[in-house]
T-cell receptor, first 112, second 115 residues
């Protein structure tokens, strides 16, 4: 069982609100990722991190930002949510030894 | 960044039939991952392949990476309704030893298995 957790699982908010999606893993993994996925659609990499104080943007342009102050924590923030941000956000971390990528259960965001 | 093409996009098979899903890249694949996703749920790790010619099996699922490391196939033997879902291949964008950097995914193959 993977020890990677995302909160909240579901969130419905109004336009213009600031939100932070939390992602935590207790496996000591250096590399972590955020993906965005619309229902039935492909996964898009939006941010990744090599380790503490290291973050990079992924393939998909995103208005979100991330931070990596601690190894186990990789939060994603939207300063001003819009309906176009409605999607599922999946966090993942990778085991450097086995190469296995562990995914959280996802955060489903709906912006009204 | 890595572009991964999966084929077919969707597949409907009768229970008990064998099937194959392909994942192709124009670039060398460093670390090729196969995941399964049930609609609306998280991703389940199936297998990871790193070496050219490598083949791994788990229960009725076998994945192969070709010698050139540009194509991988996922084969399911005697499919069951429990195999239904979306199969995704993912790969590293660059060689990075153990682990990956910019891990990207194909668009997925939707598999339906009819009892």
């Amino acid at each position: 069982e993977a020890d990677i957790y995302q909160t909240p699982r579901y969130l419905v908010i109004g336009t213009g609100k600031k939100i932070t999606l939390e992602c935590s893993q207790t496996m000591g993994h250096d590399k972590m990722y955020w993906y965005q996925q619309d229902p039935g659609m492909e996964l898009h990499l939006i941010h990744y991190s090599y380790g503490v104080n290291s973050t990079e943007k992924g393939d998909l342009s995103s208005e979100s930002t991330v931070s990596r102050i601690r190894t186990e924590h990789f939060p994603l923030t939207l300063e001003s949510a819009r309906p176009s941000h409605t999607s599922q956000y999946l966090c993942a971390s990778i085991d450097r030894g086995t190469g296995e990528l562990f995914f959280g259960e996802g955060s489903r965001l709906t912006v009204l | 960044s890595q572009e991964l093409e999966q084929s077919p996009q969707s597949l409907i098979v009768q229970e008990g039939k064998n099937l194959t899903i392909n994942c192709t890249s124009s670039k060398t694949l460093y670390g090729l991952y196969w995941y399964k996703q049930k609609y609306g749920e998280g991703l389940i790790f199936l297998m990871m392949l790193q070496k050219g010619g490598e083949e791994k099996s788990h229960e009725k699922i076998t994945a192969k990476l070709d010698e050139k490391k540009q194509q991988s196939s996922l084969h399911i033997t005697a499919s069951q309704p429990s195999h239904a879902g979306i199969y995704l291949c993912g790969a590293d964008s660059a060689y990075s030893g153990a682990g990956s950097y910019q891990l990207t995914f194909g668009k997925g193959t939707k598999l339906s298995v009819i009892p």
